[in-house]
Every structure is written in structure tokens, then in C-alpha cells.
């Protein structure tokens, strides 16, 4: 069983950067990380995943250039960069995971292919 517990949210404003961190417990070197977020009223929307080597990154086309997504594997944990912040990022940040058996590649985009899910953590972007 893996857990995840996202940390390093916050309340910025416009043009900040904040650095979010998703701590994993057990043996995850071998899965791919992604980060979601769900605004207010909104479906929960991919953000950026990582392959489990961090070969293999993907970014939904709104953060790219302003987010970066990492992992420390011999930490187990993985980062999500977030630079030039826009009232717009306004979200709950979730982090998850997903078995890939050490296969290439970053590309799981859709909530049901991440079976492993953290709690969330706020990110506030006043203008």
C-alpha cells in the first residue's frame, strides 16, 4: 500500500513561486508521479506527471514554461516546481501515483489510471 501526503502550500501572491513537495511512503521508485489540482467548482485537472526515472516528464499546456516537476527517489518523494503563479493556479493540489513496472515514459493524464492518491494541499494566488 502506498501513501502520499502533499506538503508546501500556501497563500502567494500574483508572480510568487511556491515549491510542493509529496512525500511517499513504501517502495515507489517504480511508478509514475503526477500532480492534479481541482479549483472551486471545477473537475480535478492534470497538472504534470514524471516517469519513475525522471526521464520522462508531461505538462498540461497552462503550466508549461511556469512548472517543474521532479522526484528524489532515494528520498521518495517527488516536487512540483511552480514559478510565476496567476490567481488562475488557484487550486487543491494533489499528488499520485501509479505503478508502471519501470516502463518508460510519462504520459497518464486521466484521474483513473493513478489509483494512489494524496490528501491535498491548498494553493491560494491573490492578485
Known amino acids: 500500500q502506498v501513501q502520499l501526503v502533499e506538503s508546501g502550500g500556501g497563500l502567494v501572491q500574483a508572480g510568487d513561486s511556491l515549491r510542493l513537495s509529496c512525500a511517499a511512503s513504501?517502495?515507489?521508485?517504480?511508478?509514475?508521479l503526477g500532480w492534479f489540482r481541482q479549483a472551486p467548482g471545477k473537475e480535478r485537472e492534470f497538472v504534470a506527471a514524471?516517469?519513475?526515472?525522471?526521464?520522462?516528464?508531461y505538462y498540461v499546456d497552462s503550466v508549461k514554461g511556469r512548472f517543474s516537476i521532479s522526484r528524489d527517489n532515494a528520498k521518495n518523494t517527488g516536487y512540483l516546481q511552480m514559478n510565476n503563479l496567476k490567481p488562475e493556479d488557484t487550486a487543491v493540489y494533489y499528488c499520485?501515483?501509479?505503478?508502471?513496472?519501470?516502463?518508460?515514459?510519462?504520459?497518464?493524464?486521466?484521474?483513473?489510471?493513478?489509483?494512489?492518491w494524496g490528501q491535498g494541499t491548498q494553493v491560494t494566488v491573490s492578485s
Open positions: 499520485a501515483a501509479r505503478d508502471t513496472l519501470f516502463s518508460s515514459g510519462a504520459y497518464y493524464t486521466r484521474r483513473n489510471e493513478y489509483p494512489y
Open positions: 513504501g517502495r515507489t521508485f517504480s511508478y509514475v
Open positions: 514524471i516517469s519513475w526515472n525522471g526521464d520522462s516528464t
